[in-house]
């Protein structure tokens, strides 16, 4: 079956770097995505990795092994307003999207 | 209208009923989606549409029905709502003919409750 695996709840401090693990084991890979998500709101889109290593932009970057079905997305300085679900998802072999159940971040002052 | 739009925001229904769930899109996207996000589970993929004319099931399309009449709207249909179909429910486009590697952009959802 196709997997796709996040810490359920993450704390941390404002101010702080938190980093957010996705591993994944998936019928095949065209790219893995990550989405914020604020309470009673929309997944809004982060980014998004196809090949290895470190995508930055701004105070958010995302990593990728493909060897290793592995992802972090991390988050710098961090803010009040970054308090949201953080969604991992893969697109499989057919381009549909495989999404994890999401790691809620608790930031707190 | 801007991006995607959905209706209702949410809806109380009683069980039995039947119930249509509206998405339109003004991005002229090729592709559409809906899911349902349960508490505790990933977003979980119902039905979609690769272009105007076409439609196809996703992980979980049984009790649900859609149409793609044209581009911009991409209508849920459930023709006998049961509890288990108590969800929220997004639908989200992209710009692509298979989803892949294109950026899917979600509409506010619609809290459905069946009782």
């Known amino acids: 079956g196709q997997n796709i695996d996040q810490p359920t709840e993450m704390t941390a401090t404002e101010g702080a770097i938190v980093q957010i693990n996705c591993t994944y084991q998936?019928?095949?890979?065209?790219?893995l995505f990550w989405y914020q998500q604020h309470a009673g709101e929309a997944p809004t889109f982060l980014s998004y990795?196809?090949l290895d290593g470190l995508e930055e932009k701004g105070r958010f970057s995302s990593f990728l092994s493909r060897s290793k079905g592995y992802s972090y997305l991390l988050l710098k300085e961090l803010q009040m307003k970054d308090s949201a679900s953080y969604l991992c998802?893969?697109?499989?072999?057919?381009?549909?999207?495989?999404w994890g159940a999401g790691t809620k971040l608790i930031i707190k002052p | 209208i801007a991006g995607i739009t959905q209706a209702p925001t949410s809806q109380i229904l009683a069980a039995g009923r039947r119930m249509t769930l509206r998405c339109t899109q003004d991005?002229?996207?090729?592709?559409m989606y809906w899911y349902r996000q349960d508490l505790g589970l990933g977003l979980r993929l119902i039905h979609y549409?690769?272009?105007?004319?076409?439609?196809g099931k996703g992980e979980v399309p049984d009790g649900y029905s859609v149409s793609r009449a044209n581009t911009d709207d991409f209508p849920l249909t459930l023709a006998s709502a049961v509890p288990s179909q108590t969800s929220v429910y997004f639908c989200?486009?992209?710009?692509?003919?298979?989803?892949?590697?294109?950026?899917?952009?979600f509409g506010p959802g619609t809290r459905l409750t069946v009782l």
């Open positions: 989200a486009s992209s710009d692509s003919k298979g989803g892949g590697t294109d950026t899917q952009y």
């Open positions: 991005m002229r996207h090729n592709a």
């Open positions: 990795n196809v």
């Open positions: 549409s690769n272009t105007a004319g076409t439609t």
């Open positions: 998936t019928s095949g890979f065209n790219g």
């Open positions: 998802a893969v697109s499989d072999s057919n381009y549909q999207l495989i």
